[in-house]
Nanobody, 120 residues
């Protein structure tokens, strides 16, 4: 059974930092494209960052570039999102996803999300 479990969300003041973690089981993240998405209250879901299978350099949304850093730990099958210089517009539910193919069959799995709240 595939599980992606996010943690590390919470409440932080403007300018603060948080580190989100995504613990993955059932798929191998080195074979998957891991991504982070977020959904702010009353807004559409927004892509935040994506890695590449095999550990290439991540790509970031313009809104977080230079502030957020995505990383992966293949040994522990975890993905991380270091979030710095947080602002109220970063408030939302953050989701980890894993996407790839297995024996030619595409897959895409999502975690349950972790809430990030940034006060002004």
């Amino acid at each position: 059974q595939v599980q992606l479990v996010e943690s590390g969300g919470g409440f932080v003041h403007f300018g603060g930092s948080l580190r989100l973690s995504c613990a993955v089981s059932g798929i191998t993240i080195s074979d998957s494209v891991m991504s982070w998405y977020r959904r702010a209250p009353e807004k559409e879901r927004e892509w935040v960052a994506s890695g590449s299978s095999g550990g290439g350099s991540p790509n970031y949304a313009d809104s977080v570039k230079g502030r957020f850093i995505m990383s992966t730990d293949f040994n522990n099958n975890r993905a991380y999102l270091q979030m710095n210089s947080l602002a109220p517009e970063d408030t939302g539910e953050y989701y980890c996803t894993g996407k790839g193919t297995h024996r030619g069959i595409p897959y895409e799995f999502w975690g349950q999300g972790t809430q990030v709240t940034v006060s002004s």
